[in-house]
């Protein structure tokens, strides 16, 4: 069955980019050009995606003015003729993206509890998440790539990598093991384990493919990890009870809920920018060269 929904969770704080995100959502900081929300709406749309629920927190209603049409800024656009024309273009673009509804999160509970809040928008369909904080690039949208195995295999997918022991304390672990290339079979996991507790270092890394019968799991499922309902838990119990996949996926994946990441993005990213990429590479070689004498 081909996936068309998708639900991105964007109900969070944004704690660790204070004090940036005192009053600015961190969905819509700027990597280059774009709001961070903007890469996995483009990403969602690029992998067939047609109808997509952004989960929102009561103040964050200045997201929906991102993706709503701006008649008086088009129509400026439009009064300045050729030398606007393109940027005209990307405006309207945003707004035309793809369905875009919205779901306030009243309060923050967790990554569960927000999925749980899309479970009439997703209507019976198996859909895709995608993580607030993670912002994936590549030639084949990370997105795409688990739609893909969803639709070969019949099962729950996630996207994964191995990351550090650092990093496997704040993420989650998978109990898997390798059937193919870059495919995995999952048969348990475990949200923020300890190093004693781990099953493996690979761990999701912001996308993920479910059914529908996730729902009914969120919903009996006791809090967790923080205090909070995680979606970690629930997918839990589908892949002890049937299994999920694991693609270890390609593409370059930044933690944009973190400063560092926020900047890794943007060096990344903006070096590949027609608009700023020659630039760019000069005042980072010139920095190097500071670094380095």
């Not at 969803?150 to 704040?170: P, R």
């Not at 475990?190 to 919903?219: M, Q, T």
């Amino acid at each position: 069955m081909k996936i068309k929904k998708a639900v991105i969770p964007a109900g969070g704080w944004g704690t660790r980019d204070l004090p940036a995100t005192k009053a600015m959502p961190k969905e819509l900081l700027p990597i280059v050009d774009k709001p961070a929300i903007q890469y996995n709406v483009e990403e969602a749309v690029k992998s067939g995606i047609t109808d997509i629920c952004i989960i929102l927190s009561p103040d964050k209603d200045i997201v929906k003015k991102h993706f709503a049409t701006n008649e008086r800024l088009e129509q400026h656009l439009k009064n300045g003729g050729e030398k606007y024309e393109y940027k005209l273009k990307e405006v309207q673009k945003i707004s035309r993206m793809a369905n875009i509804t919205y779901v306030i999160q009243e309060k923050a509970m967790g990554l569960g509890h927000a999925v749980l809040l899309a479970k009439d928008f997703v209507n019976g369909e198996p859909f895709a998440v995608l993580y607030g904080d993670d912002i994936i690039v590549g030639e084949i949208p990370c997105c795409k790539q688990i739609c893909d195995a969803y639709e070969q295999y019949g099962l729950g997918t996630v996207a994964i990598k191995e990351v550090s022991n650092e990093f496997i304390v704040k993420y989650s672990s998978m109990k898997c093991k390798k059937i193919e290339d870059n495919v995995y079979n999952i048969s348990d996991m475990i949200e923020k384990p300890s190093l004693e507790n781990k099953f493996s270092n690979f761990s999701i890394l912001g996308r993920c493919v479910l059914p529908f019968e996730i729902f009914d799991i969120l919903e009996t499922i006791p809090k967790g990890s923080g205090g909070e309902y995680q979606l970690t838990d629930a997918m839990a119990v589908i892949a002890r009870n049937k299994g999920m996949i694991g693609i270890d996926f390609l593409g370059s994946r930044y933690d944009v809920g973190s400063k560092y990441g926020m900047l890794e993005a943007a060096i990344e990213i903006g070096l590949k920018h027609p608009e700023v990429k020659n630039d760019l590479a000069k005042l980072i070689k010139k920095l190097a060269q500071k670094i380095n004498s």
